[in-house]
């Protein structure tokens, strides 16, 4: 966290290294939060070059309240939002569901977890997409409910309803097709 800090006071003052190490040390992270929330890796790559495009050049407006993290996550889930209500409004031929590639060794537990990762990332998209949110922010972003009820502007009940109920309708639709 104190490293963060310092990586952020330093690139506020125009440090281009700590920009690059902010970036190399989230990126995976942050794609895996927005290709969770999109359902589609190359939508997440253009979510993430976009966030970090306007990072790049704004670095006056970040204000940090926590930690970096969960900043940097914060902001990407908003901009994936906006791309899903862009979606919604103007579909796209680009709307295919696309998998996360793994970095597992051996070809056998590749095809497992590629294949683990695209059932649940089928199971993800059919959820509404404010308990998708909920879910994914709270399990692969690990921001607290608290942290998300304030991003979405709703009552922490609300969020732990959403996710609650996410869970649920994963557990069902899943019904045991990924391991643990």
Same mark, same amino acid.
Request: positive net charge; proline residues 3%.
């Given at each position: 966290?104190?490293?963060?800090?310092?990586?952020?006071?330093?690139?506020?003052?125009?440090?281009?290294?700590?920009?690059?190490?902010? @970036?190399?040390?989230?990126?995976?992270?942050? *794609?895996?939060?927005?290709?969770?929330?999109?359902?589609?890796? !190359?939508?997440?790559?253009?979510?993430? !070059?976009?966030?970090? *495009? +306007?990072?790049?050049? +704004?670095?006056?407006?970040?204000?940090?309240?926590?930690?970096?993290?969960? @900043?940097?996550?914060?902001?990407?889930? &908003?901009?994936?939002? &906006?791309?899903?209500?862009?979606?919604?409004?103007?579909?796209?031929?680009?709307?295919?569901?696309?998998?996360?590639? +793994?970095?597992?060794?051996?070809?056998?537990?590749?095809?497992?977890?590629?294949?683990?990762?695209?059932?649940? &990332?089928?199971?993800?998209? !059919?959820?509404? @997409?404010?308990?998708r949110e909920v879910v994914v922010l709270h399990l692969q972003? &690990?921001?607290?409910?608290?942290? *998300?009820?304030?991003?979405?502007?709703?009552?922490?009940?609300?969020?732990?309803?959403?996710?609650? @109920?996410?869970?649920?309708?994963?557990? +069902?639709?899943?019904?045991?097709?990924?391991?643990?």
């Amino acid at each position: 966290m104190l490293e963060d800090r310092v990586l952020l006071w330093r690139f506020k003052r125009g440090s281009p290294e700590s920009l690059e190490k902010i @970036y190399a040390k989230y990126e995976t992270y942050l *794609i895996t939060v927005a290709t969770a929330l999109l359902n589609n890796t !190359h939508a997440a790559e253009d979510v993430l !070059h976009d966030f970090f *495009i +306007s990072f790049v050049t +704004s670095p006056e407006r970040v204000r940090l309240q926590g930690n970096l993290k969960a @900043y940097l996550a914060t902001c990407v889930a &908003n901009l994936a939002r &906006n791309r899903v209500k862009r979606r919604q409004l103007e579909p796209t031929a680009l709307d295919e569901n696309t998998g996360v590639q +793994s970095t597992a060794p051996g070809p056998q537990l590749l095809a497992i977890q590629k294949e683990e990762t695209s059932i649940l &990332n089928r199971a993800l998209s !059919h959820l509404p @997409y404010e308990q998708r949110e909920v879910v994914v922010l709270h399990l692969q972003g &690990n921001l607290k409910f608290t942290e *998300i009820a304030k991003l979405r502007g709703t009552s922490v009940n609300t969020v732990r309803s959403r996710y609650r @109920y996410g869970l649920d309708k994963l557990r +069902s639709q899943l019904n045991g097709q990924v391991s643990k």
